[in-house]
């Protein structure tokens, strides 16, 4: 790898992320989140995975998957 090349060039673009925001279901408190999956720092509560904008990506997606102990 050289100084001009990317450090992970399979990893997505952090301009593909989207960032939200939400009222906590719970106690109300506004939130931030990644693609509409949500989890309140203040009383705990996390949204479904299911409720996000995309979907999660596979376990083959992950580059590193090869590199996991057995």
Do not use: F
């Not at 720092?41 to 904008?53: A, D, K, L, Q």
């Amino acid at each position: 790898m050289t100084a001009d090349s990317p450090q992970q060039p399979d990893s997505p673009s952090l301009a593909a992320l989207e960032i939200t925001e939400a009222e906590c279901r719970r106690c109300g408190t506004l939130i931030a989140g990644l693609d509409g999956r949500y989890a309140c720092p203040v009383c705990g509560w996390v949204n479904h995975w299911s409720e996000g904008h995309e979907a999660l990506p596979t376990g083959s997606d992950d580059p590193d998957s090869s590199n996991r102990l057995s």
